[in-house]
C-alpha cells in the first residue's frame, strides 16, 4: 500500500497519461473500430437495405395485386352491366316477334276462315246450280211426258229439239223475279 | 505493508472499527487507480497492467458480441441480431443522423458506434463482478479517444472550408459583432481548439473516476463498520454500495451517450457552413 502511496505520490496528476495506457488504449480502440467499420456493419448495412427493399416490394406488390383485382372487378361489371342489357333487348325482341307472329296467325287464321267461307259458298252455289239444271231437266221431262199423254202423241223429240221447255222455264224464272 | 503485485482488492481487508490494532479507515484515493503491472515494471514504461487487460478484453467483448450478431446477419433477424440492430440502429438515427444528418453524417457511422460500445463496455467494467474497475477512468482511455476525435474534426474543418475558412469556423468569425470581434474570436480560438479535447476527455473520465471513487467509499465502509455498534452502520453502507452501482449503471450509458454526442455535434460543427 506505501508503495502505490509513494507511486501516486510520485504521479501527482492523475490527468497525465501515461504512454504505455494512451498505446493499449488505442489499440484496443482500433480492434473495435477495425471490425466493425470493415466487416460487420456493412454486413449488417446489407441486410438491413435488403430488408427495406423486401418490404417495399411487398408493399409494391400488394397495390399491383389491388389494382389487378379493382380492373377485374370493374371488368366483371361491365360485363353484367352489359348481360342485363342484352337480356333486356332480347326480352323486347322477344317480345316484339311474339306480337308480329300473333298478328300474322290471327291474319292467317281470317284468311283461312275466308278461304273455307268462300269455298263453302261456291259449293253451294255449283250445288244449286248443278240441282237447278237436273230439276229443270226433271221438270221438262216430266211436263212433256204429261203434256204428251194430253195430247196423245209423244211430243218429247220434238220439245227437246225446239227448246220449248227451257224457255218456258226461263220465262217463269223471269216472271218469278219480276213478281219479287 | 507492502503492496502485492497479485493484490486483487482495492483495500487491505484486516482492519476494522473498534480494533485496537491502530489501523485507520483505509480510505479510497488516487492509489485507488494505481495498479502494480502484472507484467513488466513501471520505471521502463513497459508494462501491462489490469486497466490493459480490461481494456483488450473489453474490445475482445464487444468484437465478440457483434461477430456472433452480425457476421451472417438475416433478413429475419434472430433476437441476438435484433438487440444488436436496436443498438446499432439507436447510435445511427438516434445520434448521428439527429446531429449530423443522414446524407452527411452516414461516413461517420461506424467511427460512432465503434466509439460508443468501446467508451460503454470501459465504463461498464465499474460493475462487472471481478473487474470492477472502469477503465474509462485512467485518463489515456479517454484522452485517446477525444484525441483520435480532435484530429478527425481539425483536419475536417481545414478540408472543408480551406485555411481561412476554416480559421474563421472555429474562432466563429462574425463581422456583425462589430468591436467585440478581436475578444470573441480569441474566446471561441481557446474554447474550440484548446480547451473542447481537454473536456472531452475529462468529462467521461471525471465521471468515471468519482464514481468508482464512490462505489469503492461505500465498499470500504461497509467492510470496514462490520464490528460492535458499526454493524447498523455497515449495512446502510452496504445498501449505498447497492444503490450507487444501480445509479452507476445508468451514468455508464449516459456517459458513453453523452460522449459520443458531443463527437457528432464536433463533427457537424466542423463540417457546417460559416456564418
Request: proline share 4%.
Amino acid at each position: 500500500m506505501s508503495q502505490l502511496l509513494t507511486v501516486a505520490a510520485e504521479m501527482e496528476n492523475p490527468l497525465v497519461p501515461p504512454i504505455p495506457e494512451l498505446v493499449i488504449g488505442l489499440l484496443a480502440f482500433v480492434i473495435v473500430f477495425g471490425f466493425l467499420a470493415k466487416k460487420l456493419l456493412p454486413n449488417i448495412n446489407k441486410v438491413l437495405e435488403e430488408r427495406r427493399e423486401a418490404i417495399e416490394g411487398g408493399i409494391e406488390k400488394a397495390d399491383a395485386a389491388q389494382t389487378e383485382a379493382q380492373s377485374v372487378l370493374e371488368q366483371y361489371k361491365a360485363q353484367l352491366a352489359e348481360a342485363r342489357h342484352e337480356a333486356a333487348r332480347l326480352r323486347q325482341e322477344a317480345q316484339e316477334q311474339g306480337a308480329v307472329i300473333i298478328q300474322e296467325m290471327r291474319a292467317e287464321g281470317q284468311r283461312q276462315r275466308e278461304e273455307i267461307i268462300a269455298a263453302g259458298h261456291a259449293q253451294i252455289e255449283a250445288d244449286r246450280k248443278a240441282a237447278s239444271s237436273a230439276l229443270r231437266q226433271d221438270v221438262g221431262t216430266l211436263a212433256t211426258a204429261l203434256a204428251g199423254k194430253l195430247v196423245g202423241e209423244s211430243l218429247e223429240d220434238h220439245a227437246r229439239q225446239s227448246g220449248t221447255v227451257d224457255r218456258f222455264l226461263d220465262e217463269l224464272e223471269a216472271k218469278a223475279e219480276a213478281v219479287r | 505493508m507492502s503492496a502485492d503485485p497479485t493484490q486483487v482488492l482495492a483495500f487491505e481487508t484486516d482492519c476494522h472499527i473498534f480494533q485496537n490494532s491502530g489501523c485507520g479507515f483505509p480510505a479510497p484515493g488516487l492509489h485507488s487507480f494505481l495498479f502494480e503491472p502484472l507484467w513488466g515494471d513501471h520505471d521502463s514504461n513497459l508494462y501491462f497492467n489490469k486497466p490493459m487487460l480490461l481494456a483488450l478484453l473489453g474490445s475482445i467483448i464487444i468484437v465478440g458480441f457483434f461477430w456472433a450478431a452480425f457476421r451472417k446477419p438475416k433478413l429475419v433477424p434472430g433476437k441476438l441480431q435484433m438487440v444488436a440492430e436496436y443498438g446499432y440502429d439507436f447510435i445511427r438515427r438516434g445520434i448521428v443522423y439527429e446531429t449530423i444528418g443522414k446524407r452527411e453524417g452516414e461516413k461517420y457511422v461506424p467511427l460512432v458506434v465503434s466509439l460508443f460500445f468501446f467508451v460503454w463496455m470501459m465504463n461498464l467494467w465499474s460493475i462487472i463482478p471481478v473487474a470492477q474497475f472502469p477503465v474509462t477512468s485512467i485518463i489515456a482511455y479517454p484522452a485517446v479517444l477525444a484525441l483520435i476525435v480532435y484530429v478527425l474534426w481539425v483536419s475536417l474543418t481545414f478540408k472543408r472550408h480551406g485555411f481561412v475558412g476554416a480559421w474563421k469556423n472555429i474562432t466563429g468569425y462574425d463581422k456583425s459583432l462589430g468591436p467585440v470581434l478581436p475578444l470573441a474570436m480569441l474566446i471561441e480560438f481557446f474554447s474550440n481548439l484548446l480547451v473542447r479535447p481537454f473536456t472531452h476527455a475529462v468529462r467521461l473520465f471525471a465521471n468515471m473516476f468519482a464514481g468508482h471513487t464512490l462505489l469503492l467509499l461505500f465498499t470500504i465502509a461497509s467492510w470496514y463498520l462490520l464490528n460492535g455498534i458499526g454493524i447498523a452502520y455497515a449495512g446502510v453502507s452496504f445498501v449505498m454500495t447497492i444503490v450507487m452501482t444501480a445509479f452507476e449503471l445508468f451514468i455508464q450509458a449516459l456517459q458513453a451517450y453523452v460522449f459520443v454526442l458531443l463527437t457528432c455535434t464536433y463533427i457537424q460543427g466542423a463540417l457546417a457552413k460559416n456564418h
